[in-house]
């Protein structure tokens, strides 16, 4: 079996392509430039992999921005209200077609987790790859971590082999 | 008229799969289930035309209730819409007897083109 490579270039592509197709408005997903902003009310959403690499993909953002990413996810206007439950579900799933594809490029069998959302991410792991990224001028930030000490190994370079 | 089956947890994205059927085309008579088991409940009280299914459920995964179809005699026409397009879940999903498998994030024109070959 090849090794494939899932590094930034790897990431950005999926999450660009995510947006472009299921997000339409509030601009192109680019690359952020500078330093982030403080994060008010943040959210996370990320779903596991799970199999001989153990990790998860990891969307951050704050509560305002994933309202918009909502309502633009259900084709809703700009102007409507997004209930807690739509806002946690839709976030979750941009995060899970976010990882989805990303365990597609990995060389290994596995299965993949349900999509989970809270404040802050889980605690463990060993941090792979951070993309910070601007949608239509608001911060999202991507990560992509290992949780098992094999796969951490792989670290150490910029790309998981 | 097309009676679809929408299966999915995650209700924005059953919402989302709707949209993008009426948005590919046809008249669709469209119902909704939250998981496998109840897509199941769904299908033996009224068996649809077609079944577009999420992979991954809990309760009952998108391939278990492809599996339990076809043990019990159902010959629905079955395609999964699913956030990760392996080719290992392609190579499972049609040797369980999936028609097709649409991997998130997809397209009207996606949906047309695994739909109409379905409805010939």
């Known amino acids: 079996m090849s090794p494939i490579a899932v590094g930034e270039r790897e990431i ?17 997903l680019e690359e952020w430039h500078g330093d982030l902003p403080v994060q008010h009310e943040p959210l996370t959403a990320w779903v596991a992999f799970h199999g001989p690499f153990s990790g998860r ?18 084709g809703l206007g700009p102007d409507a209200v997004v209930g807690d439950e739509d806002r946690l579900d839709a976030f979750g799933e941009i995060a899970n077609m976010v990882g989805g594809n990303l365990k597609s490029l990995l060389p290994f069998p596995g299965t993949l987790g349900l999509p989970e959302v ?17 949608w239509g001028g608001r911060p999202i930030v991507i990560t992509l971590w290992s949780t098992d000490s094999a796969a951490a190994a792989l670290s150490e370079g910029s790309t998981l082999q | 008229m097309i009676r ?17 059927l009426r948005q590919a085309g046809y ?8 998981n496998g088991a109840e897509a199941l409940e769904a299908i033996r009280e009224d068996e649809p035309d077609v079944v577009l299914s999420d992979w991954n459920m809990p ?43 649409i991997a998130k994030p ?13 409805l010939a």
Not at chain 1, 12 to 28: H, K, L, S, T
Not at chain 1, 118 to 134: F, N, Q
Not at chain 2, 6 to 17: A, K, L, P
């Open chain 1, 12 to 28: 950005f592509e999926i999450a660009r392509e995510v947006f472009d197709a299921m997000i339409p408005g509030g601009g192109a």
């Open chain 2, 4 to 20: 679809a089956l929408v299966t999915d947890d995650s209700r924005v994205m059953r919402q989302i799969v709707i949209r993008t």
């Open chain 2, 106 to 118: 997809f397209t009207p024109e996606a949906f047309r083109d695994v739909i109409e070959p379905v």
């Open chain 1, 118 to 134: 809270a404040a802050e991410p889980p605690a463990d792991g060993v941090l792979l790859e951070k993309l910070r990224l601007s």
């Open chain 2, 59 to 101: 309760e009952m995964t998108g391939i278990d209730l492809l599996r339990r179809l076809r043990a019990e005699g159902y010959g629905t026409p079955f395609g999964f819409v699913t956030s990760e397009g392996s080719p290992e879940m392609r190579q499972t999903a049609e040797a369980a007897g999936a028609l097709f498998l």
């Open chain 1, 57 to 74: 993909a990891v969307l951050s953002s704050e509560r305002g921005t994933v309202d918009d990413l909502a309502s633009a996810l259900l």
């Open chain 2, 27 to 34: 008249e669709w008579e469209i119902r909704e289930a939250a």
